[in-house]
């Protein structure tokens, strides 16, 4: 019965009839274009939802599948071959956009899991607001006190730049708060690599509750690093450093 389904579930190449996994975009046999409806970025480079990934092997098999999937290559195909190229062509450039950048592939497979950050970010946003909290985004509950002695000093040198002067000790404490968030981001870095080690562990083993936990501590993770990216980019910028 097992093998039954198995074959059943494969999709039977139209020029020679090998059977190919469903999500195959070219037939193993005779590397003809394939109808695949597959939108899945790891299938499409031929990898389980793996986190650590040879960025290098990736880009190999990005040049390969260009090469293979390029619509010059089928102008004299039928209308319907040209189309499946178009498509695919642009799936796999989205594809290795995405998986390419360890964040980017993160947030995707977060996607894949049913998790979409940004809805996530918006729907936490809303319910600061119904509360009387109007930010755009959620601050971590122990970032509190440090965030808005940041933003009083932030306020502070807007209203200088304004009356055209500088205040040195100001401007100092901010180099001390950029060192300090882009530590904050190396460490969040090192906690994420941790955590897809562990995803990665997890889905060999095909131990759910350890998955499930490694992501949501994804989720949060990836939430206070976009947090804390932007502190970032509002210190530089009033550093005249962006």
């Not at 090998?18 to 790891?42: I, M, R, V």
């Not at 090469?67 to 071959?81: F, I």
């Not at 100001?170 to 300090?180: D, H, P, Q, T, Y």
């Not at 968030?181 to 562990?198: D, G, I």
Request: glycine letters at 2%; aromatic letters at 6%.
């Amino acid at each position: 019965m097992t093998q039954i389904l198995a074959q059943s579930a494969m999709a039977e190449c139209w020029a020679c009839d090998t059977q190919n996994d469903p999500a195959a975009y070219l037939c193993a046999a005779c590397g003809k274009l394939l109808p695949s409806d597959s939108t899945d970025y790891f299938a499409l480079f031929g990898l389980t939802h793996r986190l650590t990934l040879d960025v290098a092997a990736l880009e190999k098999q990005f040049y390969r599948l260009s090469r293979k999937l390029h619509p010059d290559l089928y102008t004299r195909a039928s209308k319907e071959k040209r189309q499946w190229s178009l498509e695919k062509s642009a799936l796999l450039n989205d594809a290795y956009r995405a998986l390419r950048d360890p964040i980017a592939r993160t947030e995707y497979l977060l996607e894949t899991e049913g998790i979409r950050l940004e809805e996530q970010s918006r729907d936490a946003t809303d319910a600061a607001r119904a509360t009387g909290t109007d930010k755009q985004q959620v601050i971590p509950p122990d970032m509190l006190e440090e965030v808005f002695e940041l933003n009083m000093q932030l306020e502070e040198v807007r209203m200088a730049a304004a009356s055209n002067s500088q205040d040195p000790e100001l401007m100092a404490n901010l180099e001390v708060a950029e060192k300090n968030f882009t530590a904050q981001m190396e460490a969040l870095q090192q906690q994420l690599e941790s955590l897809w080690a562990a995803w990665d562990r997890a889905l060999a083993d095909n131990d759910a509750a350890t998955k499930d936990a490694a992501k949501q501590a994804m989720v949060a993770l990836l939430n206070r690093r976009s947090y804390i990216r932007n502190l970032v980019r509002d210190v530089r910028q009033a550093l005249g450093k962006s």
